[in-house]
């Protein structure tokens, strides 16, 4: 369901209709795609709709913005706050959230970007399944275009000029017909796909790249990372060789949009003998009860839309 121009945004601390949220054809962050974003989901539970890690992404969002020296003049508090008023106003649909901080204009277009106003915009869509399909697993592609290395930006930050290569990438998977595409880094090691962390298991261990490969420090990988562990799994994190992969027994990916999603073949090469294969349907279900807070070690994680907004303070 795509957004209509009556659909709530929060901009700039208002809640307007997303017909009134201008955007300057002057702005810094349209030219140059300086600015950074966050992807949330809002789930189903018990206790009314809830948005899960909600504080963790909007650290990292705020820690982007620092990054990229955007000058985002709200606490981490009323930007929690602000996340909850949106879904509340769009409605039940409002399952996935997208915040956005970029830089405004001042009249210029040089690269200095000298006094240039930062604004902030949270808004949602319906989103539904990520990857959608009657097949049982993801079908993925080995770019041939190189996940950027952190020589050249940082990769922990969410910076939207940094997804130009993931959407490259991704277009060159879905012209060979595939869902998604596998990114290899400069030395020719698995990164990640366009949107998602990756996961294989081999021999019994759980092994995902480190953050020296060239990914995001996903917040979906962290969460799987520790349910892993906690049901028992080793859980590595190394380089993994694009030979490797394919003969894995079982891969699978993450992230805020695709949840947990497991891969079926890599560059036509079915991989493993069952998808999902036995690991990730356990973590594949175990994740899903916990987004859903129905799992009690991990109610911290699920954040009420309709609790009760926590005291406003300016940073």
């Given at each position: 369901m795509k957004m209509n121009k009556h659909d709530k945004v929060w901009f700039d601390g208002r809640l307007i209709d997303l017909g009134d949220a201008c955007v300057?054809?002057?702005?810094?962050?349209?030219?140059?795609?300086?600015?950074?974003?966050?992807?949330?989901?809002?789930?189903?539970?018990?206790?009314?709709?809830?948005?899960?890690?909600?504080?963790d992404h909007m650290v990292r969002f705020l820690d982007s913005a620092r990054f990229m020296q955007l000058d985002v003049q709200y606490s981490l508090d009323e930007l929690c706050d602000a996340v909850k008023e949106v879904c509340r106003a769009n409605?039940?649909?409002?399952?996935?959230?997208?915040?956005?901080?970029?830089y405004g204009e001042n009249g210029e277009l040089g690269l200095g970007a000298v006094n240039v106003p930062t604004h902030v915009l949270i808004m949602t869509i319906h989103m539904g399944a990520y990857i959608r399909g009657g097949a049982p697993g993801a079908s993925l592609i080995t770019s041939s275009?190189?996940?950027?290395s952190n020589l050249a930006t940082s990769l922990t930050a969410k910076v939207c000029g940094n997804y130009v290569s993931s959407i490259i990438a991704k277009r060159e998977a879905m012209r060979q017909g595939a869902d998604e595409?596998?990114?290899?880094?400069?030395?020719?090691?698995?990164?990640?796909?366009?949107?998602?962390?990756?996961?294989?298991?081999?021999?019994?261990?759980?092994?995902?790249?480190?953050?020296?490969?060239?990914?995001?420090?996903?917040?979906?990988r962290d969460t799987v990372i520790e349910l892993a562990r906690e049901l028992g799994y080793e859980v590595v994190e190394r380089?993994?060789?694009?030979?490797?992969?394919?003969?894995?027994?079982?891969?699978?990916?993450?992230?805020?949009?695709?949840?947990?999603?497991?891969?079926?073949?890599?560059?036509?090469?079915?991989?493993?003998k069952d998808v999902p294969?036995?690991?990730?349907?356990?973590?594949?279900?175990?994740?899903?009860?916990?987004?859903?807070g129905e799992v009690e070690d991990h109610l911290d994680w699920v954040d009420p839309i309709d609790q009760k907004p926590a005291r406003r303070r300016k940073k």
């Open positions: 300057s054809p002057l702005a810094y962050g349209l030219h140059y795609g300086w600015g950074v974003y966050e992807g949330l989901r809002a789930y189903d539970t018990k206790k009314g709709r809830a948005v899960f890690r909600l504080r409605g039940s649909q409002a399952d996935y959230i997208r915040p956005l901080a970029y275009w190189e996940r950027p595409a596998l990114m290899l880094n400069h030395n020719g090691s698995v990164a990640e796909a366009s949107a998602e962390n990756v996961f294989m298991v081999r021999h019994g261990q759980l092994i995902t790249p480190g953050l020296s490969e060239g990914i995001l420090e996903g917040i979906t380089s993994i060789t694009r030979g490797e992969i394919v003969i894995a027994d079982e891969v699978f990916m993450t992230g805020t949009a695709v949840e947990l999603h497991p891969v079926r073949s890599i560059d036509g090469i079915p991989i493993g294969g036995p690991i990730t349907a356990e973590l594949r279900e175990l994740y899903g009860k916990v987004v859903r």
